[in-house]
């Protein structure tokens, strides 16, 4: 049985095409192991605070020494890293904003990079300390950066890689929905990147 944590980052409910996306990794991933559990987290209900000195503060403390306020302040970030250590596979939704991820999703990665946690400094440079995961990404777009004119613009794709693959999540397949604000393609661009996944 595996685990699977579904990260969502776009606030647009059920009009969202990351969330619907994500929803069809999830139930292919399903078909093959009907007896997967799904936790689905969603960042924009009450959403990840942007890192404040609290925050910095209790993630540059030893455990043993957190007051209170350290405890209150790294609750969000633990509780996160604790997910993502249970899952065996991990959905992100990741709507592009101007050409990156949003800054939702942005949040919870700072609080899922946590120096000796989940990567450590070693003689011979970083290493992840998150191991065994398989990621896909639901990658949402108004444009088109699979190719053409626009493909090197896309920062989020190889952001969203590089720094998993920092944490040492290596494995990640990308799933694109692209095209969602150019005629002749937002109509069929949710059911082609439905019909493009493999599992
Ligand atoms: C604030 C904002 C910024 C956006 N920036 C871009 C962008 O830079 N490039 C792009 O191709 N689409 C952009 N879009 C379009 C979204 O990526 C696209 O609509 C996507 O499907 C949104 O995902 P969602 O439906 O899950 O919310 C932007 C949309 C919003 C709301």
């Known amino acids: ?3 699977i944590l579904h990260v969502i980052s776009s606030p647009r409910g059920e009009a969202s095409n990351s969330i619907k996306l994500g929803n069809a990794i999830v139930d292919k991933l399903r078909e093959q192991d009907t007896a997967s559990a799904v ?3 969603d960042l924009t209900q009450g959403p990840f605070p942007h890192l404040e000195v609290a925050h910095l503060n209790a993630f540059f403390t030893p455990a043993e020494q957190h007051t209170e306020e350290n405890k209150a302040a790294i609750r969000h ?3 996160a890293i604790q997910e993502i250590f249970n899952a065996d596979v991990i959905v992100i939704g ?3 904003y101007n050409f990156g991820i ?3 999703l942005k949040a919870w990665i700072d609080h899922i990079a946590r120096a000796g946690i989940t990567f450590k400094y070693t003689a011979n440079g970083a290493v992840g300390l998150i191991s065994n995961k398989k990621v896909y990404l639901a990658v949402t777009t108004g444009g088109v ?3 053409g004119d626009y493909a090197a613009f896309d920062f989020l794709t190889p952001y969203l890689k590089f720094v998993l693959g920092f944490l040492g999540i290596t494995y990640v397949t990308v799933v694109r929905g692209e095209g969602f604000a150019v005629e002749g393609l ?3 661009a949710l059911d082609k990147a439905i019909d493009s996944i493999t599992v």
Request: charged share 25%; aromatic share 4%; no cysteine.
């Open 145 to 147: 950066y699979s190719s």
């Open 102 to 104: 949003s800054s939702t």
């Open 94 to 96: 990741a709507p592009m």
């Open 77 to 79: 970030s633990n509780e």
């Open 186 to 188: 937002k109509d069929k």
């Open 39 to 41: 936790v689905v987290k």
């Open 1 to 3: 049985m595996a685990n």
